[in-house]
């Protein structure tokens, strides 16, 4: 049996393992990358902590501590609040909200988790609080992070179009920032009616609702707009909040402007407010999501020993390796998907879309439609928990029962590999050939 059999299938037993004895994935993958790196690759301890990723476990870190200060201050209340105030009281337009705010800051350049790292927080803080699916929220912030990932002037759609050039082949900037916007928005208005949203139409805005708002019970008219006396006063701007509001505008300009590492920039204000409010600070730092960092530092450690031991690309050229070159369009996309759940959506594009130029020179398949079902297929299942998006949406859930969201978030991951490369296929590379 080769080595890379043998990786795969070790994934699998760890897969098994934490779903049927309820252990942390995340410390059985730490052990398996130690056993398969040493035993079965011959690396050195050195070469298995180079795969340790570093800048997602500061992110999951820094994040979910500053959340964690703003939803102690009441800083996040009051945000839901506004937002409520927002959209005149209509809850149901909420995840839209959501979706359209991470699409736009995508689309005019801003890294996808960067995105969802400044929005899922908080739309994740309004689901617990209006009792909207946390799965239908976390999902609408990353398709709108991905439906707006391709724009021509975004981080992925640059890459992958650089990529392209550089491989010489042709490309459509259009076509696929249009493939990922609409792909996306059509799941994300599937999964709204899937999971309630049309409900929430119907789901009138309650005073105790809007009191929990301001961080207390019942009282206060509510008018049309979702205003409410009580909780005008329960919301209102305090120092701390009006400094946790000051640092959150800092993240997103540290981020989107000056394109600095948000886990780092979200600790370095964490760390300014707690020096001027310790008290905030102590009950913060216990909200930091730990095991859900151990879970997913430890997956892409052994995602990153495949990679290092060549595993990736033996099933890369396996499928380069396929005679009918509609078949193998479809494997790359199914390879790009799979990997992309675990692992950095640009990286799995940048080495697949370079291993299908040999078949895709040969003119049988659409390089333009290939190129955008892959670019597709690797970052719809970013929802995965496994993905830095998905991983910061587990991090910002409030009051779930964190196994069981963390499941409903693997399931529906697997039901995007699954689904939407052939979907993305049949519709983008298919009928190019007719």
Same mark, same amino acid.
Do not use: N
């Given at each position: 049996m080769s080595a890379e059999l043998i990786s795969i299938l070790v994934l699998v037993v760890v897969f098994v393992i934490a779903t049927t004895r309820s252990i942390n994935m995340g410390a059985l993958a730490f052990a398996a990358a130690f056993g398969v790196g040493t035993l079965v690759a011959d690396m050195k301890t050195d070469d298995i902590f180079e795969g340790f990723p570093a800048s997602l476990f500061v @992110?999951?870190?820094?994040?979910?501590?500053?959340?964690a200060i703003a939803r102690a201050n009441g800083t996040t209340d009051w945000l839901v609040y506004r937002a409520i105030r927002l959209v005149g009281g209509?809850?149901?337009?909420?995840?839209?909200?959501?979706?359209?705010?991470?699409?736009?800051?995508?689309?005019?350049g801003a890294v996808s988790p960067a995105a969802v790292a400044i929005v899922a927080p908080i739309?994740?803080?309004?689901?617990?609080?209006?009792?909207?699916?946390? /799965?239908?929220?976390?999902?609408?912030?990353?398709?709108?992070?991905q439906a707006g990932g391709f724009s021509p002037i975004s981080i992925y759609g640059t890459i992958v179009n650089g990529i392209v050039a550089k491989e010489g082949l042709p490309g459509n900037e259009i076509v696929l920032f249009l493939a990922s916007l609409v792909v996306n928005l059509l799941i994300a208005a599937v999964v709204f009616v899937v999971l309630g949203g049309m409900k929430l139409a119907r789901q009138p805005l309650e005073a105790p609702a809007l009191a929990r708002a301001g961080g207390g019970g019942g009282g206060g008219g509510i008018g049309e707009d979702g205003s409410s006396d009580l909780t005008e006063?329960?919301?209102?701007?305090?120092?701390?909040?009006?400094?946790?509001?000051?640092?959150?505008?800092?993240?997103?300009?540290a981020a989107l402007v000056f394109?600095?590492?948000?886990?780092?920039?979200?600790?370095?204000v964490?760390?300014?407010?707690?020096?001027?409010?310790?008290?905030?600070?102590?009950?913060?730092?216990?909200?930091?999501?730990?095991?859900?960092?151990?879970?997913?530092?430890?997956?892409l450690t052994y995602v990153a020993v495949l990679q290092t031991m060549g595993t990736i690309k033996w099933a890369g050229d396996s499928v380069a390796g396929v005679g009918a070159p509609l078949l193998a369009a479809l494997l790359i996309c199914y390879i790009g998907a799979i990997v992309s759940a675990f692992a950095s959506s640009v990286g799995i594009m940048g080495a697949l879309i370079p291993l299908a130029v040999p078949f895709l020179l040969q003119g049988?398949?659409?390089?333009?439609?290939?190129?955008?079902?892959l670019a597709v297929s690797a970052t719809v299942v970013d929802v995965s928990p496994f993905s830095t998006n998905g991983a910061l949406v587990l991090a910002g859930a409030q009051d779930v029962d964190r196994d069981k969201f963390f499941k409903q978030?693997?399931?529906?991951?697997?039901?995007? @590999?699954?689904?939407?490369?052939?979907?993305?296929? /049949?519709?983008?590379?298919v009928p190019e050939i007719w």
């Open positions: @992110v999951l870190v820094g994040v979910t501590f500053l959340f209509r809850i149901a337009l909420m995840p839209w909200v959501m979706f359209a705010i991470t699409g736009v800051l995508t689309a005019i739309a994740m803080g309004f689901a617990a609080k209006y009792r909207i699916s946390p /799965l239908l929220m976390g999902v609408m912030v990353v398709h709108g992070a006063e329960r919301v209102a701007l305090t120092a701390p909040r009006i400094a946790t509001l000051l640092g959150l505008a800092a993240l997103v300009t394109d600095l590492d948000v886990g780092l920039a979200a600790i370095t964490a760390v300014l407010l707690s020096v001027v409010w310790p008290e905030t600070s102590k009950q913060a730092i216990t909200q930091i999501t730990w095991p859900t960092v151990l879970l997913i530092c430890g997956i049988e398949v659409s390089a333009i439609g290939l190129i955008a079902a978030l693997m399931v529906y991951g697997g039901i995007m @590999v699954a689904a939407a490369p052939p979907l993305v296929w /049949l519709a983008l590379v």
